[in-house]
């Protein structure tokens, strides 16, 4: 019987899981380590998000550099530096790397570099302890800044209004009675006025400014009935302003070297001027295996002029034919970490995402025909469970973190699913079932060292450790937001395989599921939550629909902006939610996560698991085959936890699933185990073995089976969320059937692999 989605075709993916507060299981906590921002009145008790771009124009000193991609931003409120609003755009000449690796001899990592202050937007009113700038509408794809030359004194005029958004063409601010200055520390080569050109009949002002570094950017102001025409000059090398107060919107955009003198490119902005980005919303849908998600754009500005935009690569190889044919070409400027972008002049995007894996359930499956095992192989995969299930579940997985609690359980919910699905052994699954819930009910019943609570600031549920510490870090840092995908996704998988078991063999009331359905949805509430219309979690914490993939930073500041090192355990969130959206029957849940899933496929294969071929980064970096830890500016081949190549690899490989084959493609797993591990495991010694050997599966399922499956093996080559049971279902389920079948050729091999390949 194969796995199928509970309903074929969703057409609103976006539905609420819950609107009700969380349970009273999770304590209240009114306070967080870190305070939020200054924000209005209107947005007091909203959700804020904690991991988003925006970050670090929230937290600390809030004015470490935000990534619109393509542009960088900052609040300039530092000592000695005029205030407002900075930005650049770094060409990859500007580029720092680091130095080659071996075997690959691909550099390790790069970086941009930040505060470059090519202009900077003001007024003469800001003053540094007098201004203030306050944050509002905290979207997934943008937020509201508001900067106030005198707060105590007005906050309806003398103000400043710049809504930052992901891919932004245009840095656009509302002035409302101010005197704007423009400030630069690359300095005025020349300023010219630009008069006849197609935003002319708008009454809009346009200026060409060349800087001293050679960059050309491009100024629109758009004057609001009253307010005269903003006339600007070069005050000094440093300043351009004027000395009329103006009320109406200033926009500036970048011409990237490569284009800068084209006239097509200049056309481009002349039309798009005067149209600005307040908002953006995220609908989707799913019909069959393939999956739509718009990205639907809230206009302002002046003239009808639609909205200018830039895609990343992985938007622009999943456009819809409407939306390709307002791909603008012509004008691309060069993101931080994700290579090329290129202008959309649009109000709407949408994508399609086809091959969704929809079919995908609970056991592996290769493409080919499925394999089956002979009953030698069967009895070794029962002893080795039943070995296994010797282990202390509870003990094991009562730990003082969410992490590694959540990875043993899930290792323990897959030897279960593996002793009812393969070995379809139900008096050894029963015993393996009842050890996992009396495990799992001690995180339900939240009576774990550190348990969860939920805290009402920036709303969300997270480890008390940073409470009763002190410590930020504590936890993974799970106390600021940090990894709650990769942790919650290990809990939400073995839930889901709780109850699937549960409804196969032994229960029909669905009381499991009844009871503790509300704690596992509210972990996906705080991790995933679809819906503005759910008011205790932010929409989307984790996942950024932009960027494709998550990020795992919270709370803390970074030079760098967001970051994630590990791809697998982002999909595996995914996974689990899809999972879990199945046995609990909500189809939206499930059709969501297959299409974050065809999403991930395609971004993670854009962005960290690298191809020979791939044009995203630079030509010198790609040999080495994996980012390590990508973060918006910039991409370091390593890990938190150490400077291992199988750590660095491997953390993008774990846990294996069955959805790792269809995220990690094989070609890729070639040349990355070609390069890397091949003859070159003999001196890992620990868990990371284990790990390599696993994914080594995708590419020759017999090899690691036997691996596994070896008299030698060694307990020490499991890390703490892997079992033998499972590796050895896992790589069997690798197999082609041409090639099992010619191994095995004996009337009685039971057929349970062609029956449970993907599901039952």
């Known amino acids: 019987m194969n796995f199928h989605p509970i309903r074929q075709n969703v057409d609103d993916i976006m539905k609420p899981i819950a609107t009700s507060a969380p349970s009273s299981l999770f304590p209240r906590r009114d306070t967080h380590p870190v305070a939020k921002p200054p924000m209005p009145d209107s947005e007091t008790g909203k959700p804020v998000h904690t991991n988003k771009f925006y970050a670090n124009m929230m937290i600390g000193s809030r004015n470490n550099p935000v990534f619109t991609f393509p ?12 205030w407002g609003l900075a930005f650049d755009h770094r060409e990859p000449e500007l580029r720092a790397y680091g130095p080659p690796e071996q075997p690959s001899g691909a550099i390790k990592w790069y970086v941009n570099p930040i505060y470059i202050r090519s202009l900077q937007i003001g007024a003469a009113e800001f003053t540094r302890g007098q201004s203030t700038m306050e944050m509002s509408n905290f979207a997934g794809q943008s937020v509201d800044t508001v900067f ?4 105590a004194k007005s906050k309806t005029t003398g103000k400043m209004e710049v809504t930052l958004a992901q891919g932004m063409g245009f840095i656009s601010a509302r002035y409302t009675e101010l005197t704007p200055v423009l400030d630069t520390s690359v300095f005025v080569r020349s300023m010219t006025q630009v008069n006849n050109f197609v935003g002319a009949v708008l009454g809009a002002t346009k200026y060409r400014i060349t800087l001293e570094n050679g960059a050309i950017w491009v100024l629109y102001a758009f004057a609001d009935l009253g307010s005269q025409p903003l006339k600007l000059d070069v005050i000094n090398n440093g300043r351009i302003g004027t000395d009329k107060l103006f009320s109406g919107l200033i926009q500036v955009a970048k011409l990237s070297k490569t284009t800068a003198g084209d006239p097509a490119v200049e056309a481009i902005l002349d039309s798009a001027a005067g149209a600005w980005v307040k908002s953006v919303s995220v609908s989707a849908s799913v019909a069959g295996d393939v999956g739509k998600y718009q990205f639907n754009y809230e206009r302002k500005g002046v003239g009808y002029a639609e909205l200018l935009m830039f895609a990343l690569p992985h938007h622009l190889e999943s456009f819809d034919s409407a939306t390709a044919g307002k791909v603008k070409s012509a004008y691309t400027l060069i993101s931080p970490t994700k290579g090329t972008q290129v202008a959309v002049v649009a109000n709407q995007w949408t994508m399609i995402e086809r091959g969704l894996p929809t079919s995908i359930g609970w056991l592996p499956v290769k493409e080919g025909a499925p394999a089956t095992f002979s009953p030698a192989a069967l009895n070794r995969i029962s002893a080795v469970a039943k070995y296994e299930m010797q282990q202390d579940f509870s003990a094991l997985s009562d730990l003082d973190n969410m992490y590694f609690s959540g990875k043993a359980l899930a290792k323990f919910g897959l030897m279960c699913l593996s002793t009812s699905l393969v070995l379809n052994d139900v008096d050894l699954t029963r015993t393996c079932q009842v050890k996992l819930k009396a495990a799992f009910q001690r995180f339900a019943e939240n009576k774990q060292q550190n348990g969860l609570v939920y805290e009402t600031s920036w709303r969300g549920v997270l480890s008390d450790a940073v409470y009763k510490t002190g410590d930020p870090n504590s936890d993974f840092g799970s106390g600021f937001y940090n990894d709650h995908h990769f942790h919650y996704g290990y809990f ?3 839930a889901a395989i709780i109850g699937f078991l549960e409804k196969r063999h032994f229960s029909t009331t669905g009381s499991w599921l009844k009871a503790n359905q509300e704690w596992v949805n509210t972990l996906v509430r705080d991790t995933a939550n679809p819906s503005a219309a759910d008011p205790y979690f932010p929409v989307s914490r984790s996942f950024d629909w932009y960027h494709g993939h998550s990020w795992a930073k919270g709370l803390f500041e970074s030079f760098d902006g967001k970051d994630e090192e590990s791809s697998s355990e982002d999909y595996n969130f995914a996974y689990a939610m899809k999972l879990w959206g199945n046995v609990i029957g909500d189809a939206a849940m499930e059709a969501r996560g297959n299409l974050m899933l065809g999403i991930m496929k395609r971004s993670m294969n854009s962005y960290m698991l690298l191809s020979t071929g ?7 970096f790609v040999p080495g085959k994996i980012t390590g ?3 918006e500016n910039k991409v370091d081949r390593t890990t938190y936890f150490g400077n291992v190549v199988q750590y660095i ?7 294996l699933t069955p959805i790792s084959p269809y995220v990690r493609l094989n070609s890729f797993v070639r040349e990355e185990w070609d390069l890397y591990f091949k003859g070159n495991t003999g001196n890992i010694d620990d868990g990371w073995k284990g790990v390599l050997y696993a994914n080594y599966a995708m590419l020759d399922p017999k090899g690691a089976f036997n691996f596994f499956n070896a008299a030698t093996f060694q307990n020490k080559w499991l890390d703490g969320g892997a079992s033998r049971t499972w590796y050895l279902v896992f790589a069997g389920g690798m197999f082609l ?16 692999w062609c029956y449970y390949l993907i599901g039952a």
């Open 614 to 620: 791939n044009r995203n980064h630079p030509e010198g």
């Open 629 to 631: 830890i990508l973060f």
């Open 492 to 494: 939400i998988q073995t």
């Open 148 to 151: 106030y030359a005198d707060p």
């Open 737 to 752: 059937f041409s090639a099992i079948t010619r191994m095995v050729n004996n009337t009685n091999i039971r057929s349970w």
């Open 71 to 82: 542009y960088e931003v900052w609040w300039s409120n530092q000592e000695n530096v005029t």
């Open 649 to 655: 690899h491997g953390i993008h490989m774990l846990p």
